[in-house]
C-alpha cells in the first residue's frame, strides 16, 4: 500500500482482498470492534491500512484457516486476533468429561456444550448416512 494512500473505499479494498464489498460490509457488522471504516459524504466507506490489514487476517483466518464467525469472534474478544505477519495456529479443544468446566466459569461451559453440541451433530450425520 502506498503510503501517500490514507484512505481506501471499499470498493479498491474489495479488489485487492477478492471478496465481495456485500461481504465488507456484513464483516463490519459481525465484527464492528476490529473493523470501524470512516464514512463520508453520502455514507460512503473508506478504510485505512490498519483496518485492511485487519480484514486481511479476518479473511485468511476464515477462507484459508476454516474458522467460522464464532472463532473469529472469539479471536477478537480475547485479543488473539493475529496480525497480517503471524501465521496463524489454530489449537485443538478437547472436551474432559471426567472434569467438566468450573462453575464460576460460564464462556467454559458455554465452549464445552458447543463443543459437545458439535460433536452430537458430527455423530448424527455419520449415523444417518450409512
Known sequence: MDNN?????????AKRLS????????WEKQFPTAIRPITGAG??????????????????LLYKNGLTIAGVKKLI?????????????PTTNTINVAQ??????A????????TALDLLKTAKQI????
Open 107 to 114: 464462556n467454559g461451559i458455554n465452549d464445552a456444550i458447543d
Open 19 to 26: 471478496v465481495p464489498a456485500h461481504t465488507l460490509r456484513y
Open 5 to 13: 494512500e490514507f484512505f481506501v473505499s471499499i470498493n479498491d479494498v
Open 43 to 60: 455514507g460512503r466507506r473508506y478504510y485505512r491500512a490498519e483496518t485492511i490489514e485487519r480484514l486481511n487476517v479476518i479473511r485468511d
Open 77 to 89: 474478544h480475547d485479543g488473539n486476533l493475529p496480525n497480517a505477519a503471524t501465521e496463524f495456529q
Open 100 to 105: 467438566p468446566a468450573p462453575i464460576g466459569n
Open 127 to 130: 449415523l444417518t448416512n450409512q
